[in-house]
């Protein structure tokens, strides 16, 4: 015999660097709820199908509508 007494842990017997299990956990869920929802928008399609973007240069006829998109009564900074 050598005397020696077996080493306890007291962190329950985890690795120092190894993480939380419940932080991967909550990174495993995250990343499955991510994907799912991932894939119900593509099943979905576009929200707005007919909206094209118009690109950065101007066509001539456009006057900086700023993207209102047919809300041509209002008037940035009116105050009404």
Known sequence: M???QPETR????RRRGAPPPALVG?????????ALS?????AAGPVAPGLHRTG?????????G???GGM????PGSGR
């Open 2 to 4: 050598t005397g020696r």
């Open 10 to 13: 007291t962190d329950g017997g």
């Open 26 to 34: 909550f990174v495993v869920l995250l990343a499955a709820l991510f």
């Open 38 to 42: 991932y894939g119900v928008g593509s």
């Open 56 to 64: 950065t240069g101007s066509t001539g006829g456009s006057h900086g």
């Open 66 to 68: 700023g993207g209102t």
């Open 72 to 75: 041509s009564g209002t008037h």
